[in-house]
């Protein structure tokens, strides 16, 4: 008998994080390892279960895996820029590898693999409001693991598995750009402030005093933000 997944009312709650201001991509990794664990216990004979994103600096990286074999087996799709769950994320369609033994897709990744406990995957795309971010997949050490049925478990959870990780990359993304512009402001204060003090030390124009720290900068191999803090605070 196939395993159920499970109530809506708990999907509900982790789904319902998304609306919570502390919402971190730590905290959503944490639930979409809850919903990975969920499939893993769902689907028989699986060794490991979690998801596949574009983090807010747009890189590929495992989210809430379950188990190292996943880790693994995932960090060799990346390098290599192969596998079932690129292909799902790719498509945006469900991929099954009956035996990654007999399987000819992905030549390079299934021959890393041969020397890990995974015969079989199951991947779905993560998708959000339109936008690809990833893809869920299902690892078992056994060939032939995943039936229709398993198709539709991964399919079930992967809609609160993407809305949690896209909100919370867009949230990330959104504090990164926020301290970049409150960098770029106390940077552009700074180097205002030195011009200053070079124009009274020169006695030249604001576009001299400027070319002055463009030029250190050039010979010195310094930002031009740490050229003007000497010159502020000479130590």
């Not at 499939?39 to 004979?45: C, E, H, R, T």
């Not at 998708?127 to 690892?139: D, H, N």
């Not at 991964?154 to 750009?177: H, I, K, M, T």
């Amino acid at each position: 008998m196939h395993s159920s997944i499970p109530p809506a009312s708990e999907l509900a709650l982790l789904t319902g994080l998304v609306f919570g201001g502390f919402l971190t991509q730590e905290n959503a990794s944490k639930a979409v390892q809850s919903l990975a664990y969920v499939l893993k216990d769902a689907i028989p004979n699986s060794v490991g279960a979690g998801a596949s994103i574009i983090n807010s600096r747009g890189r590929r990286e495992s989210s809430g895996a379950t188990d190292p074999v996943v880790l693994r087996a995932d960090k060799l799709q990346y390098e290599l820029g192969q596998g079932p769950c690129l292909s799902a994320w790719a498509e945006q369609r469900p991929i099954i590898i009956q035996d990654v033994r007999e399987e000819t897709s992905w030549p390079k990744w299934t021959a890393s693999v041969a020397d890990l406990p995974l015969r079989s995957v199951l991947s779905a795309p993560l998708t959000t409001e339109g936008t690809r971010i990833g893809a869920i997949k299902v690892y078992s050490p056994v060939p032939m693991a995943f039936d229709d049925h398993s198709v539709f478990l991964v399919d079930r959870l992967a809609g609160p598995a993407a809305a949690l990780l896209g909100n919370a990359r867009d949230r990330e993304a959104s504090r990164e750009l926020d301290a970049l512009l409150m960098g770029v402001m106390a940077n552009r204060d700074l180097i205002s402030r030195a011009e200053g003090i070079l124009m009274e030390r020169m006695l030249i124009g604001a576009p001299e005093a400027l070319g002055v720290m463009l030029a250190a900068s050039r010979d010195e191999d310094k930002p031009l933000h740490e050229v003007a803090r000497e010159i502020v605070d000479p130590r």
